[in-house]
């Protein structure tokens, strides 16, 4: 029975039980609780409190294990938000756009974190809704060269040269307001946010408040607060966006030949200081975060460095050809292009045999092919599984599919 | 036919530091190797930390893509499970709101447990009081539970309790009394 402990020694059971007696005491309490009975009853319900906690409870199954592996995979491919909704899509949100700019190492360019990666991951906030009827204050650098084109639909600013640093307070809810540079789209949803560019071409984005879209050789990244990204434009061609789209969820490949990104801007530019804030005035460029950035690989290199000084942008992480097959598979089968998606695992199949997914790979091609109506290849696929993976994950599914 | 295997072999084979240094240069398919190796411990931890097991899959799924977004940020540990965890634990507080309302309902049934039948037999004696303690876990509030379960499933220190939950030592064990004083009140109900 137990009973309000009466022994003074009972505040030391569990001391004992959580390791935090020295090798003197626990020896002691050891011996106590052979002689006191309240002592050795209240050691009782710990450790029945314990065992209950330990109680074994239901495993999944092999199969399950292997289906959520495989599930897993292809959200890490696709990183789809519709999935990571149940999070709330602010949280769904923020790992897109985190994802996007790890995996891809933000389009070759240097993403500067603000804080530890993994309260980035689940602490981003969701972008502000720009609010109606306000005004934009820009404060130009001495060499800045933008003009602005305002229209009832969109406000526009064509950046060549120089930093403006803009501050946004309620802008038209409707309203499109976008920073352009000849290779860059930077769409506005931030409230605080600085450009930089040099003879036409985009140098860096950092934002104070809220967050931008940039849009620049031919894919879309998200800067939230804090952070800033740094165009690296000696990068290698090979670190520059494929032509194959990349994962759909992940990244948006947005410009298109006739972007209006690739326009040219107007080479005549007017500086003009529409409104002047202190606030914009405290927004400088982020330098390198008092927290280490552990999540964004960078290249530690200033993009006005020679090129010979430059760190190799190789370094820079991007999707693996591997990864960027398989994602492109996954995301062909997400919008039900299953001939596409077939197509891309055989090719994932034939280049990748040794990857980790090659399994998943080898399975999901036959479900692609049945699922695109080519049954007798989906069979042979089954059959071709089965017979190349005695040990395959997915052999129970795969023999159904052979109509074994 | 050999490269495939034989590479596959290799990943299975590598540390979970040098995995997650995989995932951040791109190779995804390290996370399958990840899963393999830490889902069903984490899956473990969540279905007793968790307030509602019926997410703990999805709960599951999102930590190993939150640990795929935040693989540069792994320390270098021999083992992931606690980041795993950490990361887990961050969810589970993000999805406290969501969970509030649900635990009201499992607080009412909780409060008032079935009695079952009288039966002499220590069986049903020892199911009963398993009964209560396992209704009264559930109603531990969600930081008790968290340190309880660290702490007596995955048998850590309260230092990496406090390391993972950012706070102090101290506060850990006096969760932890506290926890196990409830627990204590709900076992000699049971008794």
């Known amino acids: 029975m137990m009973t309000t402990p009466e022994c003074p020694r009972t505040t030391l059971v569990e001391a004992l039980r959580d390791g935090r007696l020295g090798p003197q005491d626990n020896a002691s309490m050891e011996r106590h609780l052979e002689s006191c009975a309240k002592c050795a009853e209240y050691a009782r319900d710990l450790s029945q409190i314990g065992e209950a906690i330990r109680a074994p409870l239901e495993k999944l199954t092999p199969l399950e294990h292997q289906r959520a592996r495989v599930a897993l995979l292809q959200r890490a491919a696709t990183q789809s938000p519709t999935r990571a909704i149940a999070m709330g899509p602010r949280w769904a949100f923020a790992t897109v756009l985190l994802a996007a700019a790890i995996v891809l190492g933000f389009f070759s360019g240097r993403l500067d974190q603000p804080t530890q990666s993994v309260a980035i991951a689940l602490h981003t906030p969701g972008l502000p809704k720009i609010a109606r009827g306000t005004n934009i204050d820009l404060r130009p650098s001495d060499d800045a060269r933008f003009s602005r084109n305002h229209t009832s639909e969109t406000d526009e600013l064509m950046l060549d040269h120089g930093s403006l640093n803009v501050k946004l307070g309620k802008v038209d809810h409707a309203k499109r307001f976008v920073v352009r540079t000849k290779d860059a789209q930077i769409v506005v949803q931030a409230t605080a946010f600085r450009v930089e560019a040099k003879d036409g071409k985009i140098r860096s984005v950092a934002v104070e408040e809220g967050s931008v879209e940039v849009q620049y050789a031919g894919f879309t990244g998200i800067i939230t607060a804090g952070g800033s990204w740094t165009a690296t434009d000696n990068a290698p061609d090979a670190a520059k966006p494929a032509p194959t789209p990349a994962p759909d969820s992940l990244i948006a490949p947005s410009l298109g030949d006739g972007s209006p990104a690739h326009t040219d801007v107007p080479q005549v530019a007017q500086r003009k200081t529409i409104a002047q804030s202190p606030t914009v005035q405290k927004m400088e460029r982020p330098e390198q975060p008092t927290a280490v950035p552990t999540i964004a690989p960078t290249a530690q290199t200033a993009p006005d460095k020679p090129p010979s000084v430059v760190a190799p942008t190789a370094t820079t992480p991007s999707p693996s050809p591997a990864s960027r097959t398989f994602a492109d598979a996954m995301a062909a089968m997400r919008r039900g292009d299953y001939g596409a998606s077939a197509e891309q695992l055989e090719q994932f199949a034939k280049t990748h045999a040794g990857d980790a997914r090659a399994d998943e790979a080898d399975y999901l091609l036959a479900i692609a092919l049945q699922r695109a109506g080519r049954r007798t290849e989906a069979i042979a696929a089954a059959k071709r599984y089965l017979a190349t993976r005695p040990n395959g994950a997915h052999r129970a599914d795969a023999a159904r599919i052979a109509g074994n | ?191």
Do not use: C
């Not at chain 2, 079935?114 to 199911?127: D, I, R, S, V």
């Not at chain 2, 396992?134 to 531990?140: F, K, N, P, T, Y």
């Open chain 2, 1 to 191: 036919m050999t490269p495939g295997p034989k590479r596959a072999v290799q990943a299975s084979t590598l540390t979970d530091a040098a995995l997650f240094e995989s995932i951040v240069t791109g190779e995804l398919g390290s996370l399958g190797v990840l899963f393999d190796r830490h889902h069903e411990p984490l899956r473990q931890f969540l279905l007793r930390a968790a307030p509602n097991s019926a997410d703990v899959d999805d709960i599951v799924q999102e930590t190993f893509l939150t640990a795929t977004n935040a693989a540069g940020s792994f320390d270098g540990r021999a083992s992931a499970l606690p980041f795993l965890i950490g990361i887990a634990v961050q969810l589970i507080r993000r999805r406290k709101r969501t969970f509030a309302r649900l635990r009201a309902l499992y607080d009412a049934f909780g409060a008032a447990p079935t009695t079952p039948k009288l039966n002499p037999e220590e069986k049903l004696h020892q199911a009963r009081e398993e009964a209560f303690l396992q209704a009264a876990i559930g109603r531990l509030s969600e930081e008790k539970r968290l340190v309880l379960v660290m702490v007596e499933y995955n048998g850590m220190t309260g230092v990496e309790v406090a390391g993972i939950l950012g706070i102090p030592v101290g506060t850990i064990w006096r969760r932890l009394h506290e926890a196990r004083a409830e627990l204590r009140v709900a076992l000699e109900r049971g008794k």
